[in-house]
């Protein structure tokens, strides 16, 4: 893959509360050529969204902070994030 082709695939921010869920993503998603970064909570996902640059937001939704937090994070995710669109999926 060129840099080229890798520049354009989309940056994605990785959300779980759990580090080796949040690393084996990471490492299975770098290893196709997307540009990750992670966050370990919700308040970590608002913080990351409000800096932009991210076009896929992959988050637990099944965490017990996400169940409290999680509709903030949906309600602002338009907002910080124009680009990313809301899937859920479990």
Same mark, same amino acid.
Request: include cysteine; charged fraction near 20%; glycine fraction near 6%.
């Given at each position: 893959? +060129?840099?080229? %082709?890798? #520049?354009?695939?989309?940056?994605? *921010?990785? /959300?779980?509360?759990? /580090?080796? @869920?949040?690393?084996?993503?990471?490492?299975? *998603?770098? $290893? #196709?050529?997307? =540009? +990750? #970064?992670?966050?370990?909570?919700?308040? /970590?996902? *608002?913080?990351?969204? %409000?800096? &932009? $640059?991210?076009? @896929?937001?992959?988050?637990?939704?099944? +965490?017990?902070a +996400? =169940?409290?937090? &999680?509709?903030? @994070?949906?309600?602002?995710?338009? &907002?910080?994030?124009?680009?990313?669109?809301?899937? /859920?999926?479990w």
């Amino acid at each position: 893959m +060129t840099v080229t %082709e890798m #520049q354009l695939l989309p940056r994605v *921010l990785i /959300a779980d509360d759990q /580090a080796d @869920v949040r690393l084996a993503l990471q490492l299975l *998603l770098k $290893g #196709q050529g997307y =540009r +990750t #970064q992670t966050a370990e909570s919700p308040a /970590a996902v *608002l913080e990351a969204l %409000e800096r &932009g $640059g991210f076009e @896929v937001l992959l988050m637990d939704l099944t +965490t017990p902070a +996400t =169940r409290r937090r &999680g509709p903030r @994070v949906s309600t602002c995710s338009p &907002g910080c994030a124009p680009s990313i669109r809301p899937c /859920a999926s479990w």
